[in-house]
């Protein structure tokens, strides 16, 4: 394993992105470009985002790429709630829940690294 592989907060988000990407298999053919695409996008920027910024040369662009995470996180619960509001999607109760675990994941990766960096 390499070193992001290893933080628990990207382990969480690449099961997030499996079960967006079991999640959209339910939505109507007419959203497989639309919302259903911007779905898996924004699951996949969160890990994604992790990885890369585990792997810049500071801290400082570290947190920058865990705020990128955090608002594709976000973006990834709004798509859900408009797939709720327009009747596509329900009982999503766990993905919610587990989209608050990897915030606060992220927020405690966020607040450990300005610690660290105050030292």
Known sequence: MTGYEQLNVWQESMNLVTEVYTIVK?????????????LRRSAVSIPSNIAEGSSRNSKKEFIQFLYIALGSLCELETQLKICINIGYL?????????????????????????RDSKK
């Open 90 to 114: 329900q009982n999503l109760e766990n993905i919610f829940i587990q989209t608050e675990k990897i915030k606060k994941m992220i927020n405690a990766l966020i607040s450990s690294l300005k």
């Open 26 to 38: 339910k939505l109507p053919k007419e959203e497989l470009f639309s919302l259903s695409d911007q």
